[in-house]
C-alpha cells in the first residue's frame, strides 16, 4: 500500500511540489493579512519642552523639541530646563518622555541656548533609571562637547557607580554621531533628515525633518531666511520654525543686521510658510522684543500667510 515503486515517484514528487506550493502561498496570504502594528505604535505628535531662546525667561525653557512617537521619543536640541520639562509632560500623561525613554537627542547647532541642557540629558535620565546609553546626532563638535562634559563629571560618575550609590553600568556613555546633510537616522518606521540652516557663520547647523507612519515634521533650528527650508519642509505636516518680532526688533542697533543674517523676521516666516504649505505652522524660540503672541500672529497673517499657525508655548502639543 506504501510502497513507492519507481513509477508513482513523479506522481509523488508532483504532489509535493504541490503541496509545498499551498503552504508558501498560504503563507505569503497570512504576511499579507497579518495585522499591521497597533497604530498606536507610530502614533505622532510634538511636545515643546523649551520654546525659547538665550533669555532666562521662566515661561518658557532653552530650545528643546520632541517629536514622540508612540512609545519613543526623538527630541531636537537641549535647551537649558530640557530634563524637568520632559518630566512635566510625562506627568501629565505621556510615557515617551519617561526619565528612562529619554535617550535619543539631535542637536541643531552648538550654540549654547541649544547645549546647556546636555548635560542634563546625559546624566539625570541615568540616574533616575535610564539603563541604555544615550544616542546624540550632532554636528562637528558636538563629540568634542560631550567628552568634555563626560570628563567634567567624571567624579560624579566614579562616585555612582562604586559604593552604596552604585548607579547602572549603562546610561551615562553617550554615543555621539557627527552628521553630514542627508538620511542621518532610520529606524522602525522612522526616517530622520538633515539640511544645512542659514546661521550667520556657523559652517554646521541643521535644520531636520522628520518622517513618521503618520506624519512629516520639520524643525527649522535657528536659521536666516531659507528657500532650501521651504523646500526640505513642503508637505509637512507641522513646520516648528524660529522668528523674530520685525514690528519691535531695534533696527538702530547693531543686532539688528545680526538678526537679519541669524534669524527669520515674521514676514520671512510668511514666506517661508507660504511656500511650503505645512498643515501647521509653529512659531517657536520666538525673539519678542516687547511684542506679545497674538501680535507675533498676527504679524505673519498681515505679511500674507493664512494658513493654521501658532506660537508656542512649553508643554504644547500639537498632533
Ligand atoms: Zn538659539
Ligand atoms: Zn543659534
Known amino acids: 500500500m506504501h510502497d513507492t515503486r519507481p513509477g508513482q515517484r513523479p506522481l509523488l514528487t508532483m504532489f509535493a511540489v504541490v503541496v509545498a506550493g499551498l503552504l508558501l502561498a498560504a503563507h505569503a496570504k497570512a504576511l499579507s493579512q497579518e495585522p499591521a502594528k497597533d497604530p498606536a505604535h507610530y502614533r505622532t505628535s510634538v511636545v515643546i519642552l ?13 530650545p528643546a523639541i520632541a517629536v514622540v512617537v508612540g512609545e519613543r521619543s526623538f527630541i531636537f536640541d537641549a535647551g537649558p530646563g530640557i530634563v524637568r520639562r520632559a518630566q512635566a509632560a510625562a506627568d501629565r500623561g505621556n510615557p515617551a518622555l519617561a526619565m528612562n525613554r529619554l535617550d535619543t537627542l539631535f542637536i541643531t547647532h552648538l550654540h549654547s541656548d541649544h547645549t546647556l541642557g546636555l548635560p542634563d540629558f546625559i546624566f539625570s535620565p541615568w540616574v533616575l533609571g535610564r539603563e541604555r ?10 563629540a568634542r562637547m560631550v567628552d568634555h562634559i563626560t570628563a567634567a563629571w567624571s567624579e560624579d560618575i566614579a562616585m555612582r557607580r562604586s559604593g552604596l550609590q552604585a548607579a547602572k553600568a549603562l546610561g551615562f556613555a553617550a554615543e555621539v ?10 529606524e522602525d518606521g522612522v526616517r530622520i533628515e538633515a539640511i544645512l540652516a542659514r546661521h550667520g557663520k556657523w559652517v554646521a547647523a541643521f535644520s531636520y525633518r522628520v518622517t513618521t507612519p503618520d506624519k512629516i515634521v520639520v524643525i527649522s533650528g535657528d536659521t536666516g531666511f531659507s528657500p532650501e527650508l521651504a523646500e526640505f519642509a513642503k508637505s509637512a505636516d507641522i513646520l516648528l520654525h524660529e522668528v523674530f518680532s520685525s514690528s519691535t526688533v531695534d533696527r538702530s542697533r547693531n543686532d539688528a543686521d545680526y538678526h537679519r543674517s541669524f534669524h527669520t523676521s515674521t514676514e520671512e516666516v510668511a514666506e517661508i ?6 498643515k501647521l505652522l509653529v512659531l517657536y524660540h520666538q525673539l519678542f522684543w516687547g511684542a506679545s503672541d497674538a501680535e507675533l500672529i498676527q504679524q505673519v497673517r498681515s505679511a500674507g500667510y493664512d494658513g493654521a499657525i501658532v506660537s508656542a508655548r512649553d508643554l504644547d502639543v500639537y498632533s
Open 50 to 62: 523649551g520654546a525659547g531662546t538665550p533669555k532666562a525667561d521662566p515661561e518658557r525653557s532653552g
Open 133 to 142: 546609553n544615550p544616542r546624540i546626532y550632532g554636528p562637528p563638535g558636538t
Open 177 to 186: 554621531t557627527e552628521i553630514a546633510p542627508g538620511l542621518v537616522f532610520e
Open 273 to 278: 510658510a507660504r511656500r511650503a504649505q505645512p
